[in-house]
């Protein structure tokens, strides 16, 4: 039975709706500065996407096709969930190929291909504000974003140096957009942060804490650093054990309790695609129509 | 007193007609200077189909719209007030205020932010006779190398984006276009 008719089309109201565009479109205004905006209570709970679940229903037509991801996967509870989600209340078409994809929400990851002029991506965030361990204050945070007072950013990667050698911080990694707002890219790998300039656009939903932000597309960001120790995009020095790729981001897999382990590349559509097309790693076996 | 045609040229399917209008009004924020064209509202002259479109889909209650003296009109206030619920304004406390170019000058009685919320600006709709990809030349975010429209001034714009991170937030339209200028594009002279 389709629930497309029991719920408001993309499920919340129009109002709600409207004031998520409002402040959709304040962000890409101001790149990388934090709307506060009205976050509702969602059919499920804080942590498991509520914002980019709000953000993707103000942006959905029912023209769209949409695919999520949860570190990568399509075939996680939390990816399936939310995909099931607005089939049923926004009747969208889902897809999991990227390319196919208008719309992406994402849980920590930026898909390896690509994003096209076309595409959108929806990040869903825990923690929007990137000095909020360093400075647990609301009021005193905004003081220091609208007073561009960065210091104690470059200060806490600074430590890091001073503790490990280089800058330990490996994902959540902090990044200057355009120039002036200090923002975190969800908890993305660092390995992604030099594919946050890309076509598309990028929108950001904080569910819990009321925050949206964005980033057009061709925006300059930078992911901070220091002369002399430069930003480094780092991933496991492995190929993928299914696809034998060595440009993507691995996830580590322990496969059994004698410290046996496998590096597959997190980018579960990215890995299919490449075993289709004939690369195969070193535990993979050639892909075939009647494997499942 | 409520005239009949104000109670028409809504959107015919709310929901629909509003995401679509919304999926515009993203991708022409997102990338400045790119000109898309909108449907589904039939708002009165002088108002466009774009203008009603950004109103029908954006404004309602919460947001307290300013007419410029080019569209305020009897007819185009009802309108907005049947479909939206906006309360009209004085520019001051606007989030949007719509009309012509000149009507709506000079523009620094409309709400530009603070430091801390930057956000809490007006959004201008301005009214203009054509909308195309020639003139001042733009670049910024959402510009991969530069972009060119037809802006109604130069120097106003220029001194808007100064004011970054405040600042106003335009869209123009013409017709059933639409295009966006947000106040991080730099202008130049064509």
Redesign the interface.
């Known amino acids: 039975m389709t629930e497309t008719g029991q719920y ?3 499920y919340l109201d ?2 709600t ?3 998520i ?11 990388g ?1 934090q ?2 905006f009205a976050s509702r209570e969602m059919p499920m709970p804080y942590g498991w996407g509520t914002g980019g679940v709000q953000v993707s229903a ?5 023209d769209d096709s949409f695919k999520v991801i949860d570190q990568g996967a399509d075939d996680t509870t939390n990816a399936v969930s939310i995909r099931k989600f607005f089939q049923r209340t926004a009747g969208v078409d889902v897809t999991e190929h990227t390319g196919e994809a208008t719309v992406i929400q994402t849980r920590h990851r930026i898909p390896e291909e690509p994003l096209r ?1 076309d595409q ?1 991506l929806v990040y869903q965030v825990p923690i929007p504000e990137p000095l909020r361990f360093l400075e647990p204050r609301e009021t005193e945070t ?2 220091m ?3 561009e007072e960065y210091g104690l950013m470059h200060v806490k990667l600074y430590e890091d140096i001073a503790r490990h050698g280089s800058i330990a911080t490996s994902y959540a990694y902090p990044v200057k957009v ?1 120039g ?2 200090v923002m975190d890219p969800s908890p993305i790998p660092k390995f992604d942060n030099p594919k946050l300039e890309m ?1 598309a ?1 990028q929108l950001f939903g904080a569910g819990r804490e009321q925050r949206i932000y ?7 960001v930078v992911s901070l650093d220091f002369d002399d120790y430069p930003f480094e995009a780092s991933k496991a020095d492995h190929p993928c054990a299914l696809c034998a790729a060595t440009h993507t981001y691995l996830d580590e897999v322990i496969i059994d309790d004698a410290g046996g382990r496998m590096f597959v590349c997190s980018d579960t559509d990215y890995c299919a695609k490449r075993r289709a097309e004939g690369h195969t790693g070193t535990m993979g076996t050639p892909m075939n129509e009647d494997a499942a | 007193m409520t005239t009949e045609a104000s109670l028409t040229g809504g959107f015919e399917n709310t929901p629909v007609d509003a995401a679509h209008a919304f999926r515009v009004a993203l991708n022409t924020m997102a990338r400045p200077g790119h000109i898309e064209t909108v449907t589904g509202a039939k708002p009165p002259a002088p108002l466009s189909v774009a203008a009603g479109a950004l109103l029908l889909t954006l404004a309602d209650d919460e947001t307290p719209v300013y007419l410029a003296p080019s569209h305020d009109l009897p007819e185009v206030r009802d309108w907005i007030t049947f479909h939206t619920g906006a309360p009209l304004s004085d520019p001051a406390e606007a989030v949007f205020a719509v009309g012509g170019w000149s009507a709506l000058r000079p523009l620094d009685h409309f709400r530009i932010g603070v430091p801390e919320y930057p956000d809490r600006s007006a959004t201008l709709i301005v009214e203009m006779v054509g909308l195309e990809n020639h003139g001042a030349i733009l670049t910024g975010p959402g510009i991969q190398h530069s972009a060119r429209l037809s802006l109604p001034a130069v120097e106003a714009f220029r001194a808007n984006s100064a004011l970054f991170p405040l600042g106003l937030d335009f869209y123009l339209t013409a017709g059933n276009n639409l295009a966006a200028l947000p106040r991080t594009t730099k202008i130049e002279r064509a």
């Open positions: 408001n089309f993309a129009e109002k709706k409207r004031m565009r409002r402040a959709l479109l304040k962000g890409l205004a101001i790149p500065y709307v506060p103000a942006c959905l037509t029912p002029e959108i905004r003081k974003h609208s007073l355009e002036r707002y076509a656009i964005a980033v057009p597309p061709y925006t300059k």
